[in-house]
């Protein structure tokens, strides 16, 4: 299956790391660089080969990082250039590279450029950015920015607006202006020419907008316009992505991931195929959004596995041998999935390692966002004002203004808050992610879920992850077998088949709390001559009806061609 040819991320396994939360090595409550290159043995004990750093850059922190200030310098909480380039260094010496964050959608309203875009309206930064000038008094259109209000911001001084997606600090750079392009062709080949491993692109599907910005149909129970149409895969991203590839990716061997919400299958198809040379994978935000109800995230509603199980089914099929997956349950924008799709109370430890197996033996490129391999938890505070996320912050203004109450407003936080996954890392009992104040409260169940108690009990969700992490290395029927949906309409049992040419993996988790019966038969796999490859309950029966016991997972390999 041509795997001499492979690239080498088609067997990797990426660790996330948000550093503010990640490990602070100088007591100010904020996580830096030093504290990651001291954490870089955990993360090479684990087996991971790539780190994803979220942003590091110089940032006034409106959206912790995403509102890029300078491109070429760090974030002075963070460290400095100098510590930059050790973490690349001593990330190499552990076989790990570092894939950085590039976010070009926007930039900061710090940024030089914008400075000098808003001074003047014949200032040649003018066109970096996407001015228009108001309809009588109101915003150039009416569409809504992802952060609450309006997506456009009046510039007094100026008299005209400027379009920002999210927030009014991060205003949106213009692609069609081929200098600003050019700019970021040219502050990619600076870090790449530093020794990283590639980039994560934010919201990378968004860059190309309609020019004419036209007005977006208003949902019920919103204020604004829903411009996505006109933004997400918008008419020049494939040349965009295209010529970026030219101009700076080829000339590299690295890996490259594209945030892209509301891409399809089909446009993913387009995306990774390599003969088109855009990105190597996307983020596929379909499967976060199946517990949303039709008001949107905040819109909590449970999740159906048959719809989960469909929408696996549909990009698997979708991108084998066509493009390539990426895999993901957490990341720094995602609620914790153990809290999510699982169970974090009486099952935390079995259905953290349930969903790891489950996901893990997909098609594609996983990735793990740090605490995710203890089985960190969401959190919930009972004040608003220990909260930090901007996205958050903003919601609930709004929705308390149009009368929503407090309760309702926080059990929407509590299930889907970003800050969810930004309470600090938990090291040990006492947390030990800071000497000095955490910038956010950490979770209090530090002192049952940390990484000291994980390295030492030998059967933690630590080790299975390490586990999985082992097998992808191994065998390469997780990169390459075919996939195929078992019992798909069954509520709580996700079972499917990874297919090689010599062998047939079934893999089966329970996500319920109820036990389950299986029959072989349903299987269409032989019943004896298996192997067992994981589990997280230890052992798995053989009899013809097996009884799958409360978030139980499993992977059992079945050789073809011998007979039983
Ligand atoms: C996606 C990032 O993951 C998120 O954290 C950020 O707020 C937005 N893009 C804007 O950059």
Redesign the pocket.
């Given at each position: 299956m041509g795997q001499q040819m492979d690239p080498w991320w088609k067997k990797s396994v990426v660790y996330q790391i948000y550093p503010r939360s990640f490990m602070d090595s100088n007591g100010d409550g904020i996580g830096d660089i030093q504290g990651i290159i001291s954490k870089l043995d955990y993360i090479q004990k684990l087996g991971i080969d790539v780190i994803w750093l979220s942003p590091v850059y110089d940032s006034p922190n409106d959206?912790n990082g995403?509102d890029i200030r300078n491109y070429r310098t760090i974030m002075q909480e963070f460290g400095t250039m100098e510590d930059m380039e050790q973490l690349i260094e001593e990330s190499k010496k552990h076989g790990i590279r570092i894939v950085m964050d590039l976010?070009v959608n926007?930039s900061s309203d710090e940024h030089e450029w914008f400075v000098e875009s808003k001074s003047s309206r014949d200032s040649i930064y003018r066109d970096y950015y996407i001015w228009r000038d108001g309809k009588e008094g109101h915003p150039p259109n009416n569409w809504g920015s992802v952060f609450s209000g309006s997506a456009w911001e009046k510039d007094e001084h100026m008299d005209s607006y400027y379009l920002h997606l999210?927030s009014k600090k991060?205003p949106d750079l213009n692609w069609e202006h081929q200098p600003l392009r050019e700019e970021v062709y040219q502050l990619m080949t600076y870090w790449l020419e530093k020794g990283i491993g590639g980039f994560r692109m934010?919201?990378i599907n968004f860059i190309s907008k309609d020019t004419q910005l036209p007005d977006g149909i208003v949902h019920p129970n919103n204020i604004y316009g829903d411009g996505s149409p006109y933004f997400i895969n918008g008419p020049k991203i494939h040349p965009y992505l295209q010529e970026m590839n030219e101009k700076v990716l080829s000339k590299y061997d690295v890996v490259t991931v594209g945030?892209m919400p509301g891409a399809t299958t089909d446009d993913a198809r387009t995306y990774t195929n390599p003969d088109n040379k855009e990105v190597n994978m996307v983020f596929t935000f379909e499967h976060m959004d199946l517990d949303s109800g039709p008001n949107g995230k905040w819109n909590v509603q449970p999740l159906k596995l048959i719809d989960l199980k469909r929408n696996f089914e549909k990009w698997q099929h979708a991108l084998h041998k066509v493009g390539w997956n990426s895999l993901y349950w957490n990341n720094?924008?995602q609620p914790r999935v153990v809290s999510r799709f699982g169970n974090d109370s009486e099952y935390r430890v079995l259905s953290a390692k349930m969903l790891a197996i489950c996901l893990h033996m997909l098609q594609g490129t996983p990735y793990i966002y740090q605490g995710e391999e203890l089985g960190m938890t969401n959190v919930e505070f009972q004040k608003l004002e220990d909260y930090r996320d901007i996205e958050t912050l903003n919601m609930y203004k709004e929705k308390i203004e149009q009368g929503i109450s407090h309760e309702d407003i926080m059990t929407g936080i509590y299930a889907k808050g970003r800050d969810n996954a930004r309470t600090p890392m938990q090291w040990t009992v006492e947390g030990g992610f800071t000497t000095g104040t955490p910038w956010i409260r950490m979770n209090p169940n530090t002192d049952e879920i940390n990484v000291e108690q994980a390295i030492n009990d030998s059967t933690s969700i630590f080790y299975t992850y390490q586990r999985l992490i082992q097998l992808r290395k191994q065998h390469d029927i997780i990169t390459h077998g075919s996939f195929q949906l078992l019992l798909a309409d069954h509520p709580n049992l996700f079972v499917y088949k990874r297919v090689s040419a010599d062998e047939e993996w079934l893999v089966v988790a329970n996500f319920s709390d109820q036990t389950e019966q299986l029959e072989w038969k349903d299987c269409d796999v032989a019943s004896k001559s298996q192997e067992l490859i994981i589990s997280n309950y230890g052992t798995v029966q053989t009899n013809e009806i097996v009884e799958i016991r409360p978030y139980e997972a499993f992977v059992v390999a079945f050789k073809k061609g011998i007979e039983n």
């Open positions: 959206d995403y976010v926007h999210f991060q934010d919201v945030e720094h924008d």
